[in-house]
């Protein structure tokens, strides 16, 4: 019997490469009413968004599992609820670059180059410096999608405009308010 592989005999062709068909930082021409110029532009701010979102994302999760004290439930829920928020606009992120006709910061090693979110420590932080590293976090990217929503827009581009308005924006500043009435100081108590 052969051990050669035989094309179409139902085994999987394992380990295969390929040439790269678009680098990173390139868009190709789609019929979508916006010029290559507007898409690129688009691509790259999205692409910003996109790698700080994924590590807002990964802060989320680690504080979700990290969490301790007398507010434990109620933040271990809360997190992960946002986590999972979270999880959804990378998704949104990541298929409107590439409905634009760019390609979408996907590798953890590649998001880690461009994100603008410093790395927290590898332990436990105490709560409220956790709280403190996603409200900043938050801020990082309001800050971006604010300003990248205003400029896509002068350029025609209302879809990604949308985007990072009705989701992004919206998302994350219901989230950071959330976050920070945690930090209020209130006695639990007494008044």
Not at 15 to 31: L, N
Not at 51 to 59: E, F, G, H, K, V
Not at 128 to 149: G, K, N
Request: proline share 5%.
């Amino acid at each position: 019997m052969s051990t050669h592989t035989i094309p179409g005999n139902g085994q999987p062709w394992l380990h295969q490469k390929g040439a790269v068909i678009q680098e990173f930082g390139t868009v190709k021409q789609f019929p979508i009413g916006l010029s290559h110029d507007a898409r690129m532009y688009a691509c790259q701010r999205l692409n910003q968004v996109l790698a700080n979102t994924q590590i807002l994302y990964a802060l989320y999760k680690k504080h979700h599992w990290l969490v301790r004290g007398a507010t434990f439930y109620q933040l271990h829920l809360v997190l992960d609820k946002h986590a999972g928020e979270q999880l959804e606009l990378v998704d949104a992120l990541a298929e409107r670059v590439q409905s634009l006709g760019g390609v979408a910061v996907g590798d953890p090693r590649h998001v880690a180059e461009i994100t603008s979110i410093p790395r927290p420590p590898d332990g436990v932080e105490e709560i409220p410096a956790m709280l403190s590293r996603l409200l900043e976090a938050h801020e990082t990217i309001l800050v971006q999608a604010h300003d990248a929503a205003a400029r896509v827009a002068e350029l025609g581009d209302d879809g990604t405009n949308d985007l990072l308005v009705s989701q992004v924006i919206r998302t994350g500043e219901l989230q950071a308010w959330f976050l920070a009435e945690h930090l209020v100081d209130t006695p639990l108590v007494r008044a």
